[in-house]
C-alpha cells in the first residue's frame, strides 16, 4: 500500500481552517519555486470532498497570498489507519528537522486527544521522537504546551535539552513573568538559567512554599531591577540563592575565604582549596619567571605568612 | 513437577504464614526457572504465595523475554545464582574506609519502598531474584571460609535486599544459622528494617548470629521508609534477639538532615539504649545519604514528595553525591557523642566514610581497610569471650582477599 501519494492541487482549494494538525513552528523553507520541488512539504487528506492539510500550513498559506495555482503536495492515504497516519506525519517532519520540545508536546496531546492509548505512543514514538520517557510522564511532557513563548522562544534560541523545558512547567505566571524580565534584564547563559530555576524549585520545596514566595523573600525582583549592569545583577541573584539553597556550604566557603584574604600572598602565587571539601589540602601554585620571583617565595615560605596556612588547613 | 509440603511436615518452614501480611500480598507473580523447579526453597516459596500467580519459564526463555515490563517489588524469580553469589562489598573509592564485609546476594531487590534506597535504580531485573539452590550456596561459602580459617568474616544478605521481608530470605537466613557452628570463622549478620523473628529465635545455634536493623528517627521511617517497621517495632525485635541470646547490630544509614535532625539523632541514640544493652550489641555503624548524581532526578520522579535530594550535596572523591564535609561531621557527631558515652560501647563505625571524616568525629582512623577489618575482630573476640576459637592476629588481615578471590577493589 502506498501510504503517500503525489499530487498536483491548487492551494486555494486546500482547507485550512481546521488547525489541529498545525503544531510545528517552522516547515522546510522551500517555498520560492513550488514547480521544482522533486518532494513536496504538505501533506493533505481528502475526506468530504475537500482537501485538508495535515502538514504545511505556513507553507500552503504563502502559496495561497501568492495566488500560485498549482503546487505539488502529498496526499495521505485515506484508508491508513489513524496511528499510521501520526507516524507518517512524524516521520515527515523529522526528515527535515528534530521536533522542538514544545512541537512534541503538542504532538503527544493530539494524539492523546486521537485516542491512542499511553502504550500505544510509547510503543510507536518513543524511538522516533526519543521520547524522555524514564525522566518526564506523558503529562509532564505536554505541559510544555503552556510555557509562555518568550521562555520557550530563549530555550528554542539556546537549543536546550528537553529535560530543563519540564523543569519550568509547574512554574507560575508570576516566577514566568520574572524569568522572562531575567532573560531581559540580566542575560543568562542557558546553564545559569537552569542553575537559577533549580535553585528556586529546590528551596521552594524545602521550606514548603512557592517559587515566586522565595522570589520575593530573597528580595531578587529588586536585585532585577535595580541600576547594575546586568553582569552584577546576575551575579548577586545566583549568590543569594546559593546562600539559601546551600547555606552551611557557603558558611563555610566564606571563612575559608576570610582566612585565605589574611595571608599575604606574594603576586604570582595561588592557593587552591578543594570546593567539595571531600581533602584537606591547599595546593600552592606559583610561576617563576625571575631570579626575583624566586626570592620573592623564598621569602614567603620560610615567613611568618607561609604558616598561616596550617590555620587554613585546621578551618577546612 | 511441583511439592508442596503438607503442614507439619519436615519440609513446612517454622516461620510459615506469620511474616508481614502486607508484603506477602505484596507479590503477585513469581517466575520459576526450569533449574530450579525441583527445589525445597522453591516448593516451600510456592506454597507461601498461594495467592500470586506461577509462571514457569518455557526453555530458552529469559526472565528478560517473559517479564520485561515487570515491577521487580510485585515478583519474585527463582532460579539458580551462577558465579559471584558470595562476594566482598564492592566498597566505594580508595578516598573511603570500607571494613571489608562479605555479602550473600541470594536476595537481590526489596518489597519495601525506601525513597533514598539506590536498589530500586541499579538493579536492572524484572523481579526480585531469590537463589534457590540453598545448598550449593552454603556448600561454597563453607568451602570459602575454610580457606582463610585464622580469618573473622562478617557476612550478611542485607546488602542488595532485605534479609528478612521476604519469604524466601528468612527461609535462607534460617539456613544458615542452623548451620553456622559447622563455620566457626564467620558471624552471620540478618539485616532488616522488618521484626517478623519470632520463628528464628528458638533457633538452638545462637552464636555469631547478630540480628541488626537499619534505624532513622520516627520522623524519617514516616517519610522515606514506608512500609518499613517502626522504629519502636524495631527495637522491640531487637530487644527480644538480644533477650533470646543473640547479637544485634544497628546501622544508622542513611543518616539524612531534616528540620530537627540535631535533636533526632541523639534522641534516638539513648531510644536505642532504654532498650538494648550496649554490650550486646556487636557494632553499631553510620554512614549518610549518598548515591550516584543521576539518581537524584528519578527520585524526584518516583518520590515527588521527598526532600532527600534537595540536601547540601557535592560530588565525593567516589563520583557520588552526599552532603558535603562541614554538613556530615556536626551529624555524625550528634549521633557519635551519644552512642559511644556507655562504659563498653559497642564496636562502632563508618560506612564509606574518609579518614578525614573517622578523626573529625572519633579521634582516629584506622590504618586501611585491612585493619578496619581486624578492628571489628579485635573488638568482637574482645568483648564477647568465647565467640571464636582463635586470636585474631593483624597478619591473617593484611592484604587478605575476599572470599570471591578477589582482592578489595574500589567502585
Known sequence: ?316 | MIFFPEKNSKNYPDCWGRCNSTLKYSIKKIFVDKIATDDKLTKNILEYYQDAEIVFLPKNKSIHDIASDGNPKHSLYLTHGKAGVIKGCPGTSTDYLCCKYQVINHTQNCPLNCSYCILQFYLNQPATVIYTDVNNILRDLKSKLALQPKRLFRIGTGELGDSLALFGSRLFAKEIIEIIDQMPNVIFEIKSKVVDIDDLLHLKNKKRIVFSWSLNPQKVVDKEESMASTVDERLKAARKAQKAGFLTGFHFDPMLIFPGWEKAYPSLADKLYSYINPSGIAWISMGSLRYPPSMKEKIILQYPDTKIPYGEMIIGNDGKSRYARPVRIPLYKSLYEKLFAVPNPPFIYFCMESALVWNEVMGFAPASNDDLDFRFTKSISTRFKNLISFSPELKNYLDALNLDGNEFQSG
Open chain 1, 1 to 316: 500500500m502506498n501510504y503517500l501519494n503525489i499530487i498536483n492541487l491548487n492551494p486555494q482549494k486546500c482547507e485550512i481552517s481546521q488547525r489541529e494538525f498545525d503544531i510545528f513552528l517552522s516547515e522546510p523553507e522551500n517555498t520560492k519555486y513550488p514547480s521544482l520541488f522533486i518532494n513536496p512539504s504538505i501533506i493533505v487528506e481528502y475526506h468530504d470532498n475537500r482537501f485538508f492539510v495535515i502538514y504545511g500550513f505556513k507553507t500552503i498559506e504563502y502559496y495561497q497570498k501568492k495566488n500560485i495555482t498549482t503546487i505539488p503536495v502529498f496526499q495521505i492515504n485515506s484508508e491508513i489507519n489513524k496511528l499510521k497516519k501520526f507516524i507518517i506525519l512524524a516521520e515527515f517532519h523529522k526528515q527535515f528537522r528534530d521536533f522542538y520540545p514544545i512541537e512534541l508536546a503538542y504532538f503527544v496531546d493530539l494524539l492523546l486527544s486521537k485516542k491512542l492509548t499511553k502504550i500505544e505512543i510509547w510503543d510507536n514514538f518513543s524511538t522516533l521522537l526519543e521520547l524522555p520517557k524514564n525522566v518526564m510522564p506523558l503529562k509532564n511532557l505536554i505541559k510544555i504546551k503552556y510555557i509562555p513563548k518568550p521562555l520557550t522562544d530563549y530555550l528554542i534560541n539556546k537549543n536546550s535539552p528537553i529535560k530543563f523545558y519540564s523543569d519550568l512547567v509547574d512554574l507560575d505566571v508570576k516566577v514566568n513573568e520574572f524569568l522572562i524580565s531575567l532573560i531581559e534584564l540580566a542575560k543568562p547563559s542557558l546553564s545559569i538559567l537552569k542553575e537559577i530555576v533549580t535553585n528556586l524549585t529546590e528551596i521552594g520545596k524545602l521550606e514548603d512554599s512557592n517559587c515566586y514566595q522565595i522570589i520575593i523573600k530573597l528580595k531578587l525582583n529588586i536585585l532585577l531591577n535595580s541600576d547594575e549592569n546586568s553582569s552584577n545583577k546576575l551575579s548577586k541573584i545566583r549568590n543569594r540563592l546559593n546562600e539559601c539553597r546551600y547555606p552551611v556550604i557557603t558558611k563555610h566557603k566564606l571563612e575559608l575565604h576570610k582566612i585565605i584574604k589574611s595571608i599575604k600572598i606574594p603576586q604570582g602565587l595561588k592557593l587552591v582549596t578543594d570546593n567539595n571539601f571531600e581533602n584537606r589540602q591547599i595546593r600552592v601554585e606559583f610561576l617563576v619567571k625571575s631570579d626575583k620571583d624566586i626570592q620573592k617565595y623564598r621569602d614567603f615560605f620560610s615567613g611568618k605568612e607561609f604558616e598561616k596556612l596550617s590555620g587554613l588547613l585546621g578551618k577546612m
